[in-house]
């Protein structure tokens, strides 16, 4: 079974990532409430981009199971999944249960 624990384990690898190639103003903090879409994010589009793409990977590449999180349903839900690391840890979780990999 796929835990919450371990999909912020694989966020938290990926924010490490993201963080070698950013300045240090734009750097992500590793914890579940870490802001990382919206006017709070210390990220610009391109480095939500970068994140997102990072993370299809690693739950491809860690958990052998492939996963599109920028779809349209992301898009259009009322609360975005990626408002927080929490909150994509969660939609991640979703999507998993939802394709019997939960």
Known sequence: MITKSKLL???????????????????LLK???????GK?????????????VALEDAVNDELNIEIILA????????SSPFKTVSTLAD?????????GNG
């Open 9 to 27: 384990h694989i966020i938290y690898n990926c924010i490490d990532e993201l963080n070698l190639q950013n300045e240090p103003d734009k750097q």
């Open 31 to 37: 914890t579940e409430e870490t802001v990382i879409f």
């Open 40 to 52: 709070a994010s210390p990220l610009d589009s391109l480095g939500l981009v970068n994140l997102i």
């Open 71 to 78: 779809d349209e349903r992301a898009m259009s839900m009322e």
């Open 91 to 99: 939609y991640i979780l979703l999507l998993l249960q939802e394709n």
